[in-house]
RNA sequence: GGCCCCGUAGCUCAGUGGAUAGAGCGGUGGACUUCGAAUCCACGCGCGGAGGUUCGAUUCCUCCCGGGGCCA
């Protein structure tokens, strides 16, 4: 929210005597802007809502940013807020340049956001690509609102998968069939053709994967080096011994039953490399842990929570972020996800087909509760109609018209300045510019970077049909119409970002 | 059997209490001697079903139906 439309909200507060929310009428004949408080405070004051609403209109009608105040249907404010306010608000995200939107959390914190975190047993396939694409774009979002994060990958370096995985490969060098249930494909062929221990490169070749589609982790953890803390984990845990076994009484705190820790003959279970874990993390000084999970291990969230609570830290202070799955189709066929029979979609071959800002897009553009069908086919034979395409394209225009600018200077904030009445599309552009703080705030709490796609999406589409109708260079208007540009410009780029898709300058 | 997610336009999806529910793709017809036509403009169809909560429900609650997932 940028402080003018800050500060409108809080003269309404002012003047209604309640919390005002202020809403985009989506027909603008209705207004600039419209508040339902009328209708809100009917019920509790016991008078009619279009009473009040004509009180507040009144008042409303008397601050300098509204040109007009109307009421209208069973009891809304409609605004209409004058050329000047939009002036204001347009030099206002100028000034503010690359922090327009940024920092809006009250209360920064220290974050670890943990995802991927697949073992290393092949390479990475689209599924973990969505939850790095997503874990990505989350962890982008809250640094952009003030938190400090640390993206983290962690990987079990000791386990039975990964003695089935060098077995497999073992197998390879001497030309046998890999063991059963082993791995196999092309990359355990190529693997198997350089000494040593393959795991080391499988998980180079996973970082490269990862850093080519622009997510890049500050650590990576593995069990090994964990599970020797079990311990210490264990001696702060509400714990039990029954028929001869360690348990953690996480029935108590949230879970549905209580969990073994140890078993009868003397080895821990997961549970308690999990616990190990939890607590290294909180002892690293975190305030909030992220843990980035597709929807198949949903179930393991309340005994993660438990742990946190356990270790005397708010159980909501771990949150699971939760992902459904993908859905690969190839010309309309499903296509098999196991990565052991090697047939699976891996992430480069996705990359070479669609490109890393399609992709990035293509995975983070939904909501993550929802489960995304892809056919493979598709999305790369209509690359072009993707809408990354037509965000970017906004982007690039804009940069056309910049470098063609005279001089390729855009003036200063406060030397933008009206010349004659805003036209409807400038007045509809500016007003979407100045949701972005509001959007962007709410993308970051409900850690939804979908909402910055389709947000994206409108600003281009102002931007166009601003451009469409409006010379720009040449014009009467041409330092406010430069203005305009170079505000849009940098909250496309902005978005683009927060999404990890490249803004081009030429396309 | 228990738990989680989802049913919105022909297709893929936005919309977590407001006015006439929005985008993209696909379809049809228009707009380049003009700063970038990868653009713009016009035209159609829709909230799975039944109750409840209230001034108002796609949104919140209950049940049912349907799709996906996890656990047992």
Redesign the pocket.
């Given at each position: 929210m940028t402080d003018l439309l800050q500060q409108l909200i809080a003269d309404l507060t002012l003047a209604a005597g309640a919390p005002v929310a202020l809403?985009r009428?989506?027909?603008v004949?209705?207004?600039d802007y419209?508040t339902?408080v009328a209708?809100?405070l009917?019920?509790r004051l016991g008078r009619p809502?279009r009473e009040i609403a004509e009180e507040l209109a009144g008042a409303a009608g008397n601050l300098d940013a509204v040109a007009e105040a109307s009421v209208?249907?069973?009891?809304?404010v409609?605004l209409r807020l004058t050329d000047s306010w939009f002036l204001q608000a347009l030099r206002e995200t100028l000034a503010a340049g690359e922090t327009f939107g940024s920092g809006s959390s009250a209360a920064p914190e220290r974050v670890q956001v943990e995802m991927v975190s697949a073992n290393p047993t092949g390479p990475i396939t689209v599924a973990s690509a969505r939850n790095g694409a997503y874990g990505d774009s989350v962890a982008r979002l809250l640094a952009f609102a003030g938190h400090t994060v640390e993206r983290e990958y962690y990987y079990n370096d000791a386990g039975g998968q990964m003695d089935l995985f060098r077995a497999s490969v073992e197998a390879a060098r001497l030309g046998q069939d890999p063991p059963e249930d082993g791995y196999h494909g092309d990359y355990i062929a190529e693997l198997a053709a350089q000494p040593g221990d393959p795991v080391p490169r499988m998980l180079a070749g996973i970082e490269a994967s990862l850093e080519r589609f622009r997510v890049h982790f500050d650590t990576f953890e593995r069990q090994s080096v964990v599970e020797t803390e079990i311990p210490e984990a264990i001696a702060l845990l509400d714990t039990f011994e029954q028929d001869g076994a360690l348990w953690a009484r996480t029935s108590a705190h949230g879970d549905e039953k209580d969990r073994v820790l140890v078993r009868t003959d003397g080895t821990p279970t997961y549970f308690a490399a999990d616990a190990a874990y939890v607590r290294r993390k909180y002892a690293k000084g975190f305030d909030r842990l992220f843990y980035v999970l597709g929807?198949?291990?949903?179930?393991y969230v309340a005994r993660l929570q438990a742990l946190a609570e356990m270790l005397g830290h708010p159980r909501d202070s771990l949150e699971a972020l939760?992902y459904?799955?993908v859905?690969l189709t190839r010309g309309g066929e499903a296509t098999k996800m196991s990565k052991r029979r090697g047939d699976v979609v891996f992430l480069d071959d996705f990359i070479d087909e669609i490109g890393v800002d399609a992709a990035r897009w293509y995975l983070v553009?939904?909501?993550h509760?929802?489960?995304?069908?892809i056919d493979v086919d598709l999305a790369a034979e209509?690359s072009?109609?993707?809408?990354v395409?037509?965000v970017?394209?906004a982007h690039?225009?804009i940069?056309?018209?910049l470098?063609?600018a005279p001089g390729g200077v855009v003036a200063q904030s406060h030397e933008v300045d009206l010349a004659g009445a805003l036209a409807a599309e400038e007045r509809e552009l500016v007003k979407r510019l100045a949701e972005f703080p509001a959007v962007a705030a709410?993308a970051a709490q409900?850690r939804?970077p979908?909402?910055i796609s389709?947000y994206a999406?409108r600003v281009?589409?102002d931007f166009?049909?601003f451009?469409?109708?409006?010379?720009?260079?040449?014009?009467p208007q041409e330092t406010l119409r430069l203005g305009l540009c170079a505000a849009t410009r940098n909250v496309v780029a902005r978005c683009l970002d927060l999404v990890g898709v490249e803004a081009?300058?030429?396309?």
């Open positions: 809403e009428p989506s027909d004949d209705h207004g419209a339902n209708l809100q009917a019920g809502p209208a249907g069973p009891g809304f409609n929807a198949d291990h949903h179930g939760i459904q799955l859905h553009s939904r909501g509760d929802q489960t995304i069908e209509k072009a109609k993707n809408p395409f037509y970017q394209y690039a225009r940069a056309g018209i470098r063609n709410e409900r939804a979908h909402a389709t999406i281009a589409d166009h049909r451009y469409h109708h409006h010379k720009v260079l040449g014009s081009p300058e030429r396309m």
